[in-house]
């Protein structure tokens, strides 16, 4: 089922409705059934709340993640598009970032290239995806943020 999910992600109809119509309905969807459900599906996602860099003003959005030992990974992958989500520069101006039912934690960029690798092979587990992203972002010469957010201490 997850494969038939992540291959219908991958056709043009897939990607539209990933693009124009999961990131409104997702946060909604994730907030009134407490992170449960989502248009990901059985893709892990989770809402993450920063801070806006402009505005100073909460913004919440629905992330794809995975687990690397505490810390969680979320990518700015915008779908291979040419320029990063709007929610990238929230935490790069504001590294508290909140997640889930209210998990505080703090993001950092992943800079080293063996980390960012180990973490791509990580990612593509997830949400095999992520590489055509890549491929795409490169070609528009957009290399895909990767966030690790750990806890607050």
Avoid: C
């Avoid at 309905?25 to 989770?46: E, H, Q, V």
């Amino acid at each position: 089922m997850r494969r038939s999910y992540v291959a219908f992600l991958g056709t043009r109809a897939g990607r539209w409705t990933a693009i124009n119509i999961a990131p409104k309905i997702d946060p909604w969807l994730l907030k009134i059934s407490r992170g449960r459900l989502g248009m990901a599906l059985m893709l892990p996602s989770t809402l993450i709340t920063t801070i806006g860099a402009r505005t100073g003003q909460p913004r919440t959005n629905a992330v794809l993640y995975f687990h690397d030992g505490d810390d969680v990974i979320v990518i700015a992958s915008s779908y291979g598009r040419d320029s990063h989500p709007a929610w990238y520069y929230n935490p790069k101006a504001n590294p508290r970032v909140t997640i889930g039912d209210g998990q505080q934690m703090t993001a950092v960029e992943v800079a080293e290239a063996a980390e960012r690798d180990r973490l791509w092979g990580s990612a593509d587990r997830v949400y095999p995806l992520f590489a055509d992203y890549r491929v795409r972002a490169a070609a528009l010469g957009r290399r895909i943020p990767i966030i690790r957010l750990s806890q607050n201490v």
